[in-house]
């Protein structure tokens, strides 16, 4: 990794090869709890020796000099060749967190209160929950910027239309598409789109989470862990209905869990789950799942009573009729849902539920943002925190190995695994992709010399301008 010889601190201070490599120690130390620290940095030749304490400094990662890092992998792999793919795309800077310890990173000054960065602006104001105040940073590589302050503001979902026809913004950066056609036509505004780098699913509790050895305990007598019963879930959701009717076309029933925005990795050949309830009480039928005692209800193969708990985020106007429409499928094919806590969740709490593996949820409907890297390992791998479905065996490890394997820089042997995992996920079904979407950004006519691209040749943020003094 090779840094600009003028990269600087918005405080002015040189970003270095230490800042770099600092990055990888935090995110390496076993004080740090986030969900960073994956196969991506396990990879990383002396990481674990690192990680449990046998070793004070990362083998593998070496200042050459004050602006360059060289960084020692255990094995190469196709997605190193993308932004995103096994290399951290960030820096720490190092001298602001000096004497913090990595378990009081999170709470300190330098996260909350006063951050730096080397992008084009820096923060100069924050207002927890509220606002964020930038200005632009002196020190940027690229120049001046041309504005004199930014501005962004957390503004609820419900006042976001009110606001835009006051002109009170010039650009919305998370649009809630299932009003899409309220603001459609919106004086003053361009509407720009794109497909997310994202998709949502329902996931299955099918096992816990394994701090010691950081990988995912798959649990096959989970109460979710009959595949059948899951695939039965799969057929009795029509997304198709659910993307035109929540959404107004912006959303699209989700075949296999690598999205479109992929090209050629996603495959067209797996058809995916769509509405097929006739389909859907087969396989409760033939998998023993029978309603024994007559109150319309099917029983577990064991003649037990079977309940599941269901989680779903609150947020947005369709959050609530969505996840009863899901309930009332479900119950149409004679399952016994309900809500894991009787209401939906908020945001932070619902991950925190997922995160720590809460036994009153069974199947959850959540959302991944992907990145720029197409290989599912980080999400799906056994020991990526973020597989919240706690979903292993040994052929899904097989798979995605092939996939991030050194014959996959071959691209129609990359095709070819990426194919192979996506149909092994569809008859599985441990997660079942939804809806992929797509995103709407409303922009003022003012508003110049800005790319909403996935693959800009530039920072956007650096040449952003306005042409008028008022929208």
Not at 60 to 72: F, H, L, M, R
Not at 231 to 258: K, P, V
Not at 382 to 411: G, H, V
Not at 413 to 420: I, L, N, S, T, Y
């Amino acid at each position: 990794i090779t840094l600009r010889d003028e990269l600087k601190w918005s405080d002015g201070v040189d970003v270095t090869a230490e800042d770099v490599i600092f990055s990888y120690e935090v995110i390496g130390h076993q004080d740090y709890d986030g969900v960073r620290y994956d196969n991506t940095f396990t990879n990383i030749v002396g990481m674990e020796e690192y990680h449990s304490g046998e070793a004070d400094t990362i083998s593998g990662i070496t200042a050459v000099s004050d602006k360059v890092v060289e960084i020692e992998f255990k094995e190469m792999h196709p997605g190193m060749q993308q932004s995103g793919g096994a290399v951290w795309n960030s820096a720490l800077a190092k001298h602001t967190f000096e004497g913090i310890e990595v378990a009081d990173m999170p709470s300190s000054d330098p996260v909350r209160t006063n951050p730096v960065g080397f992008g084009p602006y820096k923060m100069s104001n924050i207002v927890p929950g509220e606002t964020v105040e930038y200005v632009p940073n002196e020190h940027y590589y690229g120049g001046t910027p041309t504005l004199e302050k930014i501005v962004m503001r957390n503004v609820p979902s419900a006042s976001i239309n009110e606001a835009l026809n006051a002109k009170q913004y010039d650009l919305v950066l998370k649009m809630p598409t299932d009003t899409f056609d309220t603001y459609q036509d919106m004086d003053g505004y361009q509407m720009l789109g794109r497909p997310e780098q994202s998709y949502t699913y329902l996931g299955f509790n099918l096992g816990t989470w394994n701090d010691e050895t950081n990988s995912v305990d798959f649990d096959p007598n989970a109460k979710m862990a009959n595949k059948a019963l899951r695939q039965a879930m799969g057929y009795a959701i029509d997304n198709d209905a659910i993307g035109e009717r929540f959404y107004h076309g912006l959303r699209s029933n989700g075949t296999t869990l690598i999205p479109p925005v992929y090209g050629s990795l996603h495959s067209t050949d797996v058809e995916g789950y769509h509405l097929d309830m006739d389909k859907a009480n087969q396989l409760l039928d033939d998998a023993g799942f029978i309603d024994v005692d007559g109150d319309g209800f099917r029983e577990d193969p064991d003649g037990n009573k079977l309940t599941i708990n269901f989680a779903s985020m609150s947020g947005g106007e369709v959050a609530q009729p969505l996840a009863d429409y899901y309930v009332q499928q479900w119950q149409e094919i004679g399952l016994d849902v309900q809500y894991s806590t009787g209401r939906l969740i908020d945001f932070q709490a619902f991950y925190d539920k997922l995160k720590n593996d809460d036994p009153d949820i069974d199947v959850f409907q959540a959302a991944w943002s992907t990145g720029s890297d197409p290989s599912p390992t980080s999400l799906w791998g056994p020991n990526s925190a973020f597989n919240y479905t706690r979903y292993e065996s040994e052929r899904n490890t097989e798979l995605l190995a092939a996939i991030d394997s050194n014959d996959s820089f071959d691209e129609e042997k990359r095709k070819e695994a990426f194919d192979a995992w996506q149909e092994y996920a569809f008859e599985e079904a441990f997660a079942i992709p939804t809806l992929y979407r797509n995103q709407v950004l409303p922009i003022s006519d003012r508003v110049a010399n800005f790319t909403w691209a996935y693959d800009p040749d530039h920072n956007p943020w650096a040449t952003i301008g306005v042409t008028s003094e008022s929208r």
